[in-house]
């Protein structure tokens, strides 16, 4: 069960792909200083064992999804230096 996923700062591209919803036990997702493009995939939203999501220097665009709200692990979120649009969803001020 993969618990780490970090890749940052390669030349990754492409998008996010919804189905990373599978794998279950992730933990950290750290794919910052890539070239990711696309919005968040709203199904890390599903993913409650989330801690860290780190997306920072990339090409995302879209807003933050409210699923997010979801990670009720969740203790870090950088999103920084992307082109994301719009407001911080509600949902993020209920993590703890």
Known sequence: NLVNLR???NTLS??????IRGCK?????????N???GEIPTSLGEMRNLTSLVLWQNSLTGSIPSE?????NLKMLAL???TLIGSIPAELGKLR
């Open 68 to 72: 997010l709200g979801n990670c009720s």
């Open 7 to 9: 890749a940052g700062a």
């Open 80 to 82: 920084y230096d992307n």
């Open 35 to 37: 070239k990711i493009e």
């Open 14 to 19: 492409g998008i996010i792909p919804p189905e």
């Open 25 to 33: 036990s992730l933990e950290i997702l750290g794919l910052a200083q």
